[in-house]
């Protein structure tokens, strides 16, 4: 089932911090770029958590998230063993198909905006580990968000979308030709 273990953005360049210490480094066109991991959660020693619970960045900037749930979630997220040994995870609920708007259990952990999200014009990654099955996919499979894509705002996103569990990554700029995605060739 779709558990979501942790997840980072890492965002070269950014202003108004000190220089971060290097957690990552990938070679772009054959240059080597030093990236920071700006956003971690660890759900180890999570309780069952409900609307509104508060979830720890266990990362450098303490960008704490809070639980959103809409739709017939009946308890909250449980927190289950992850899929390494000694980690644990939050199970998301399963894709339910009705089209009603509110029928669906949804989850999401919403983080407050910060100027470490955005990268500007500089390189950045982002990614998150989850495991999921066929059936728990769907068209419009967020793992994680930041930005509407509409209206002349700007968007990066993660998706994992229908039974086949390519991920994809999408990159929105704020004019309507600044738009990127890239598909994976391999399926979660």
Avoid at 31 to 53: C, H, K, S, W
Avoid at 89 to 103: D, H, L, N
Avoid at 163 to 171: D, E, K, N
């Amino acid at each position: 089932s779709l558990m979501a273990v942790a997840a980072l953005v890492a965002v070269a360049g950014c202003t108004g911090e000190p220089e971060p210490e290097p957690s990552v480094s990938v070679d772009v066109d054959d240059a080597p770029i030093r990236m920071q991991r700006v956003l971690e959660y660890d759900f180890n020693g999570a309780t069952p958590m409900a609307e509104g619970a508060r979830i720890l960045d266990t990362g450098r900037y303490n960008l704490e998230g809070v639980l959103r749930l809409s739709g017939q979630v009946p308890m909250g997220l449980e927190p289950v063993p992850g899929p390494t040994e000694g980690t644990t995870a939050i199970q998301f609920p399963t894709p339910c198909g009705s089209k009603v708007e509110g029928e669906c259990p949804k989850a999401v952990i919403e983080v407050p905006d910060s100027p470490l999200l955005n990268p500007g014009a500089a390189p950045f990654g982002w990614g998150a580990n989850v495991l999921l099955t066929k059936t728990e996919t769907s068209t419009g499979s967020n793992i994680m968000q930041k930005g509407f894509a509409v209206g002349g705002q700007s968007q990066w996103k993660l998706q994992v979308d229908n039974t086949a569990g390519y991920p994809s990554f999408l990159v929105v700029g704020t004019k309507p030709a600044e738009k990127f995605k890239a598909l994976s060739d391999t399926s979660v």
